[in-house]
């Protein structure tokens, strides 16, 4: 399963929630929500035609483990997970949907550590934050070979121009005035 999409927008409240169900996305991404809306929020997106990719870390409510993700495959049933952790990845690709390991660019140790993890769980797609720094997602699209997205800090539509300028192939963002780049 591949993104076409080169914004993915981030949701933080039921209002932004619904009013992305009126745009013409294809993908929402839910962050900060908690467990008991799961369900319900993935049924009315994909009744609506939207593809959903759940932040499993940002959660209330979730234990990030084996059950819990069985919980989330087989009764949330989204498309897609964004996780920061290697075994949630292995999880969601035992379960067949699309993964994406998020990747804090904090030094050069942690860096170095996140690629050696990430070329063995092969997620989908590597999140890179924040995302903006150019040289970083080339060189971490170049050492892994799977597709980058740039998330976090993007605050100016020259800043996700600048992303996809230096090999990203999509966005997240909360900013909904990014939405329609």
């Known amino acids: 399963m591949s993104i076409e999409q080169s914004v993915l927008p981030a949701v933080k409240s039921i209002k932004d929630f619904e009013s992305l169900l009126e745009r013409d996305t294809e993908y929402i991404v839910?962050?900060?929500t908690r467990l008991g809306l799961l369900r319900k929020l993935v049924r009315v997106a994909h009744k609506a035609d939207k593809k959903v990719l759940i932040h499993i870390d940002l959660v209330q409510g979730l234990k990030a483990d084996d059950y819990g993700m069985e919980y989330i495959a087989q009764e949330v049933k989204p498309d897609g997970?964004?996780?920061t952790r290697a075994h949630i990845i292995k999880l969601?690709?035992?379960q067949k949907m699309l993964s994406i390991q998020r990747l804090f660019l904090i030094d050069?140790?942690?860096v170095e550590h996140n690629l050696n993890i990430i070329k063995k769980?092969?997620?989908d797609y590597v999140e890179v934050l924040p995302g903006?720094?150019?040289g970083m997602i080339r060189e971490i699209k170049d050492q892994v070979g799977v597709p980058v997205i740039a998330g976090g800090l993007i605050r100016k539509p020259e800043e996700v121009s600048q992303a996809f300028e230096s090999g990203a192939s999509a966005?997240?963002?909360s900013r909904s005035e990014?939405?329609?780049?």
């Open 121 to 123: 769980t092969q997620p």
């Open 178 to 181: 990014l939405w329609s780049f």
């Open 108 to 110: 050069s140790q942690a």
């Open 81 to 83: 997970i964004i996780s």
């Open 171 to 173: 966005i997240t963002t």
């Open 30 to 32: 839910l962050l900060e």
């Open 132 to 134: 903006l720094l150019p």
């Open 92 to 94: 969601a690709k035992k």
